[in-house]
């Protein structure tokens, strides 16, 4: 089966300053890519997500990068703001399935 | 769009007790929800994933007699805890798929506390 792994666990930044979480996955037939968002005591929220034919994607402060020969793919944060504090899910998919990451905890610091 | 709700957000009951949960897609039709546990500070753990009208295929480790999924309708599917115990105590959040593929959106989650 699928298995994704995700990097650092936590995550420190200066407020203003970038963020960059990584995540690999093994499955190959994996073809769709979100992430999460999950502040604390709600529901995860998807703020970003690619499909297998994109190499890139960004909206606004966030952007996600996928490299398909390598099986990784990235979220990038620029302009860090406090409120972006949270913990963060990679995902891969593949038809009704979905892997998740173990999770980035980010805290933005002022 | 793309929005899903739980109810009841908190829940406190004794031991022994049965506990239902909702989750509903309120603006679209989901053909196929996801129900999840989560404890402090891990991942999320998927119990079992149901689609409408049929049976809910559970993950491994995940007693189906214990926790009863439904999903009635293209819109709501409910968890029912039977006979919680204090170990049943968590977060529990579910998510809902549009036929369309792509995400999944998650509700707010449920905070079952046993006692």
């Known amino acids: 089966g699928e298995n994704v792994e995700q990097h650092p666990s936590t995550l420190s930044v200066q407020e203003g300053d970038s963020a960059v979480i990584k995540c690999t996955y093994s499955?190959?037939?994996?073809?769709?890519f979100p992430w999460y968002k999950q502040e604390l005591g709600k529901g995860p929220q998807l703020i970003i997500d690619?499909?297998?034919?994109?190499g890139e994607k960004k909206d606004q402060r966030i952007a996600v990068t996928l490299n398909k020969t390598a099986k990784h793919f990235s979220l990038h944060i620029t302009e860090t703001q406090p409120e972006d504090s949270a913990v963060y899910f990679c995902?891969?998919?593949?038809?009704?399935?979905?892997?998740f990451g173990t999770g980035t905890s980010l805290t933005v610091i002022p | 769009g793309a929005v899903v709700s739980q109810h009841p957000s908190w829940v406190i009951c004794k031991s022994g007790t049965s506990v239902k949960i909702e989750c509903r897609s309120l603006?679209?039709?989901?053909?196929?929800m996801f129900w999840y546990r989560q404890f402090p500070k891990k991942s999320l753990m998927l119990m079992a994933t149901?689609?409408?009208?049929?049976?809910?295929?559970?993950e491994q480790g995940v007693e189906k007699d214990k926790f009863l999924i439904n999903h009635a309708s293209l819109t709501l599917s409910t968890l029912t805890v039977t006979s919680a115990h204090p170990e049943d105590s968590s977060f529990y959040i579910c998510?809902?798929?549009?036929?369309?593929?792509?995400?999944?959106?998650f509700g707010p989650g449920t905070r079952l506390l046993v006692l």
């Open positions: 998510s809902a798929r549009p036929p369309r593929g792509g995400a999944q959106y």
């Open positions: 499955d190959s037939a994996s073809n769709y």
């Open positions: 690619i499909r297998s034919n994109v």
């Open positions: 995902a891969a998919s593949y038809s009704n399935q979905f892997y």
């Open positions: 603006d679209f039709q989901a053909t196929t």
């Open positions: 149901s689609n409408e009208g049929s049976k809910a295929t559970y």
